[in-house]
Each structure stands twice: as structure tokens, then as C-alpha cells.
């Protein structure tokens, strides 16, 4: 059961606590979401960004590796997109700033994601039918190795024009049943890190790099390794 409902809603906008802290961003939406949406953890707050769009997080982790077990954790429930954030005096930093000198060596990359050896679920390919969403493409049908970057996650197909700001949108629907959209369809790392900073610069503060070989999101470096990038 939930922690919360429409009588006890998620708080949005509450100030954040004192001192330094990790906790796990997993989503981001343009309206609300209902109050049940997270119903396999608490606490879970939500904060209202510049560009419109209110971010969702959960827990509040003095240590990295209590994160990154959550982060898992979480990922695990089908938020596959569940990632670290660090605050330090309530100003988001990196998360790198926080960790201690024995965190920094044992810990590999944080953004790559995590290895699924269990088969890939079928994906119905019928899911992106919604004749009023933003026109884009399915990644689950994207033959060949691209980076791009991803510009949000939505509960359902997006009839937001927004992301038409953003130029050759893919999505993609996530094993939570949401449905990840991202920008662009890049060969080389100059080109992709371009587009995450335009991304960046126009209302997407948190847009990142993905890669994806044959409709299945795989590591930066496995990316790089089959297009030749040293």
C-alpha cells in the first residue's frame, strides 16, 4: 500500500533538509502524479523545476553506498531510469563532491547502466499509437549503434509540443510501462555532447547521454567500443 493518497499527497516543493545528502531521482513529469504512483517506497518529495516539470525523488542517504543500493534496489522494481543525486547546503551538486577517497576508487561510473541478463520482456510495438502525441520513433525498431540523449520520461505517450523543441525524438517504454524519450541519432561523441548541451541550455537541466545498439540501450563504452571511438 501506498504512503500516500489524496489525503496525505506527496509533498512538492517542501524545503530540503540541512547538511549533505544523496537521495534517488525517479521521474520527472510535467503534471503531478497521482499520489499512489510510488507505492513500493517512501518517503518520496517532489520539487517544481524552472523548465515546468516536477522532479520526484525518494530517500535521504548520508552514504554512497547506501545510494547505490537503493538506487538498485529501486531499479529493480522497474524504475530503470532511478538515478544518484547529491545535495550539499540544499544546492544540488555532483554526487562525486560527497564521496569519500575510498568511494571514488571502488566505485565504477555511475551512468552506466546496470547488465540485465534475464531475457528482455516482449514489448508491444503498438504502445506509441496515441495520433495526438509528439511525432517520434520507435527505439525498439532503431537498427545500428547510436548515442543519444534523453529528455525526459513520461507516464504515458506525451501530447506535450515541447519536445518538439527538441529535434528527432525516439522513445522508448520502459519495463515500468512509462515511456522515455530522448534527441537525436549520433555516431560520434562531439556531435551527441552537442546536443545534450543545447538539451541542457533550453529547459532540460538534466539531459544525459545514452547509447543503444539494435533497439537495446547499452553501455557509453560499448558504444564507443563498436563505432571505433578511442
Given at each position: 500500500?501506498?504512503?500516500?493518497?489524496?489525503?496525505?499527497?506527496?509533498?512538492?516543493?517542501?524545503?530540503?533538509?540541512?547538511?549533505?545528502?544523496?537521495?534517488?531521482?525517479?521521474?520527472?513529469?510535467?503534471?503531478?502524479?497521482?499520489?499512489?504512483?510510488?507505492?513500493?517506497?517512501a518517503?518520496?518529495?517532489?520539487?517544481?523545476?524552472?523548465?515546468?516539470?516536477?522532479?520526484?525523488?525518494?530517500?535521504?542517504?548520508?552514504?554512497?553506498?547506501?545510494?547505490?543500493?537503493?538506487?538498485?534496489?529501486?531499479?529493480?522494481?522497474?524504475?530503470?531510469d532511478?538515478?544518484?543525486?547529491?545535495?550539499?547546503?540544499?544546492e544540488?551538486?555532483?554526487?562525486?563532491?560527497?564521496?569519500?577517497?575510498?568511494?571514488?576508487?571502488?566505485?565504477?561510473?555511475?551512468?552506466?547502466?546496470?547488465?540485465?541478463?534475464?531475457?528482455?520482456?516482449?514489448?508491444?510495438?503498438?504502445?506509441?499509437?496515441?495520433p495526438?502525441?509528439?511525432?517520434?520513433?520507435?527505439?525498439?525498431?532503431?537498427?545500428?549503434?547510436?548515442?543519444?540523449?534523453?529528455?525526459?520520461?513520461?507516464?504515458?505517450?506525451?501530447?506535450?509540443?515541447i519536445?518538439?523543441?527538441?529535434?528527432?525524438?525516439?522513445?522508448?517504454?520502459?519495463?515500468?510501462?512509462q515511456?522515455?524519450?530522448?534527441?537525436?541519432?549520433?555516431?560520434?561523441?562531439?556531435?551527441?555532447v552537442?546536443?545534450?548541451?543545447?538539451?541542457?541550455?533550453?529547459?532540460?537541466?538534466d539531459?544525459?547521454?545514452?547509447?543503444?545498439?539494435?533497439?537495446?540501450?547499452?553501455?557509453?563504452?560499448?558504444?564507443?567500443?563498436?563505432?571505433?571511438i578511442?
Open positions: 500500500m501506498s504512503a500516500y493518497s489524496d489525503a496525505n499527497p506527496i509533498p512538492i516543493g517542501l524545503p530540503l533538509p540541512e547538511g549533505s545528502f544523496y537521495t534517488i531521482q525517479v521521474g520527472a513529469f510535467r503534471l503531478p502524479v497521482a499520489n499512489n504512483t510510488f507505492n513500493q517506497f518517503p518520496v518529495y517532489a520539487e517544481r523545476q524552472t523548465n515546468g516539470f516536477i522532479r520526484y525523488s525518494t530517500g535521504f542517504f548520508s552514504s554512497y553506498t547506501e545510494a547505490i543500493q537503493a538506487r538498485n534496489d529501486i531499479r529493480q522494481m522497474g524504475y530503470a532511478a538515478f544518484i543525486v547529491a545535495y550539499k547546503d540544499r544540488r551538486v555532483r554526487y562525486s563532491e560527497l564521496m569519500t577517497a575510498a568511494e571514488r576508487a571502488s566505485t565504477n561510473n555511475d551512468a552506466t547502466p546496470p547488465t540485465n541478463t534475464a531475457p528482455a520482456p516482449t514489448v508491444d510495438l503498438t504502445y506509441y499509437s496515441d495526438l502525441a509528439v511525432p517520434a520513433s520507435l527505439i525498439e525498431k532503431t537498427e545500428g549503434v547510436f548515442f543519444t540523449v534523453q529528455v525526459g520520461v513520461y507516464a504515458k505517450p506525451s501530447r506535450n509540443t519536445l518538439n523543441t527538441y529535434s528527432d525524438l525516439h522513445v522508448e517504454k520502459l519495463a515500468s510501462g515511456i522515455r524519450y530522448a534527441s537525436g541519432k549520433f555516431q560520434t561523441i562531439a556531435d551527441v552537442k546536443q545534450r548541451d543545447f538539451c541542457r541550455a533550453n529547459g532540460i537541466p539531459a544525459f547521454i545514452t547509447a543503444y545498439k539494435n533497439g537495446k540501450r547499452i553501455s557509453i563504452p560499448e558504444a564507443k567500443k563498436e563505432l571505433g578511442q
